[in-house]
């Protein structure tokens, strides 16, 4: 069947409320994802060193972040819950994975030992998930079916970051340096680089989590939904 439009989707319901009161949830979802990308190359660059964990740009980043949730947070609340479910539960993941890519830069103090392999192989692989996402979203609002591909993309890589820890757990004894935070760091900090994987495998499941809803917005506009999820009932004709 050929796939049917969004915005052939969205002329043929009846909106109960008026043009101009309708949220734009592509718009809304698209910044949060955007936000996600942006905020997974800031800790990119702080990791290699590039980029300070304290920076003006961060802080700007995480004020944006904040502003966005909020924003959102109060259109969602303002509208009938009645086939909300994945909306609200779209944004919290992308919201979530946000605030975690945000404590793994923080949690980046000068005089840590550097980052092992494993936590760049796992963020190139948290980084590939939200771009797929992104992606996913844009091919959505078009109306393409290869949004359910992106979707895939997200899906795995909670898996794939499964398999990347085998290469902690094989770290070689000469390299365990690279497992524990320098002598006299504060206890709450003993964790490097384990909170590190551990906030990266929770980015993971977060997009996952995503990718699963994205793909079943994308199967149900392929089949030509007239109660497409990604608009909620309130939205739509009985």
């Known amino acids: 069947m050929t796939p049917i439009a969004v915005s052939q989707v969205v002329r043929r319901v009846r909106p109960l409320v008026s043009a101009a009161e309708a949220p734009d949830f592509f718009v809304m979802i698209d910044q949060q994802a955007r936000m996600v990308v942006n ?27 904040e502003e966005l949730q909020r924003r959102n947070q109060a259109v969602v609340d303002s509208l009938p819950q009645a086939g909300m479910g994945e909306m609200h539960s779209t944004m919290d993941a992308l919201d979530r994975a946000a605030v975690l890519l945000i404590r793994a830069a923080r949690d980046c103090h000068p005089g840590w030992s550097a980052p092992d392999a494993a936590a760049f192989q796992m963020l190139a692989v948290i980084q590939k998930a939200i771009e797929s996402l992104q992606n996913g979203y844009a091919r959505l609002a078009n109306g393409s079916p290869a949004a359910e591909y992106d979707a895939d993309a997200a899906i795995v890589s909670q898996s794939a970051l499964a398999s990347g820890k085998t290469l902690v757990r094989g770290v070689p004894a000469t390299e365990e340096r690279f497992l524990a935070p320098s002598q006299g760091m504060s206890p709450a900090h003993a964790c490097w680089p384990y909170g590190l994987h551990e906030n990266l495998n929770k980015i993971a499941h977060e997009l996952s989590g995503a990718g699963v809803i994205l793909k079943s917005w994308s199967r149900q506009l392929s089949a030509g939904s007239r109660g497409f999820a990604l608009f909620p009932q309130q939205f739509v004709a009985s």
């Open 39 to 65: 905020l997974a190359r800031v800790l990119a660059e702080v990791l290699q060193g590039k980029e300070s964990a304290h920076s003006l740009r961060l802080l700007e980043m995480e004020q944006r972040r």
